[in-house]
């Protein structure tokens, strides 16, 4: 037996205080503390802090809560005037970070009309994926009369991705103004509330490949397919976002005739 | 009610509990809470059973974030009140521990806070966070480096009254 076996690293001790060590590792764990004073003294410590935040905040869950936040509340009152009054003042100053957004994002000497496209669709992103009443103008349920209508004004017949195998549903959409004239907007929310939304309108420049952008806390994927761009945009962290942009892409790639000639 | 209510009603409790201990800020956990409330009733059918608790820590988690960004935008933070009752506990140690959280990033509040005072399952807290196990585990390793690295900083810069 070596030394080298018996390695219990910080994962470990951390897993040990919470608790999630099978029992042989557990013992292995106990046996190492007893001949590491300094990993011992480490556990200790993280214990204590433990405590300190159950003692600080664990009276909290024995509290009666506010009536406000009555489930049968809130159910009556129509899903949250006070809710869409918080994601108002939210959309206010997002209104304020967008324009801030194309200082620090992409191309910022001479953006390409890809490149306007995406700072746009990422500002419409911040604005209405926080809204909780109003986030579209057209709900998801009226899908065919939100396609046609959009397909009308964008002057490009529309075909929003179903993205039900990655967990989405359609919110609705919009119709916003783009770098080149009227663009739509699509919106898709998880079951926990994470929304992605796909924006998209005419542009000059045929085709491309699917490209990838981050700000500081939103992404987008984009890219332009049959003179339409499509930008699809998520929270910066969401590992599903390459996963929902693929399987967007594909599927309006899909419905494209091959090149002529 | 329904019973799909009945257990949204009976993890509040819990979820102002975190939500305090992740905003710090009462008013700002209630609010949190409340939205958090709203959505899940919004999803009402999209919810299949299944532990509805790990999903409203979910919905809470990205609203909470959400929150962050847009309060990231403003040049200046609210300070803590040290003169606040609810924030200044009944011993030294108490407030420190909040001021150690305060130090965390996000992630490491949410991953640890999750841990430690709502008892999920790391694959519980990586499926709320919709990460792998092993970024839960690195988040809470260095969110207890972190606080055990400012609470013995502080440790010598406390006054004895004695």
Redesign the interface.
Known sequence: MTDRDQIITEAELNAYVDDELPADRRTAVEAWLATHPDDAAKVAAWRKQIELIRERFGHLAIETPPRRLAVEHLAQRRYGAIAAAIAATIAAFLVGAGAGWSARGIEVAAPSELARFTTDALVAYRLYTVEVRHPVEVPGDQRPHLVEWLSKRVGSPLHPPELDKQGLKLVGGRLLPGPTGPSAFFMYENPSGERFTLYCGRVKDGQTALRYTSGEQNAAYYWADQNLAYVLSGPAEADALRDIAQAAYDQIDRRSPPPQG | ?SEF?EQ??AA???L??YA??LTRDAETA??I???T???A???EH??HGGDMRA?LY??LT??N???L??L???PVLAPIKDSDVAIT?PDP??R???R??EMLTEEQRSA??L???ESL??REVSEVQ??PIGTV??R??RA?NE??AY?DSERPALRRVK
């Open positions: 009610m209510r949204m009603e509040i409790p819990a102002r509990r305090r201990a209630d609010d809470v409340q939205d409330l709203v959505r009733l919004r999803s999209l919810f999903w979910t919905i990205n609203l974030r959400n929150r960004r847009t990231a935008r403003r506990g140690g108490s420190d521990i909040v150690a959280l640890l806070l841990v430690v005072l399952t790391y919709g990460v585990m690195s809470l390793a207890r606080i055990k609470l």
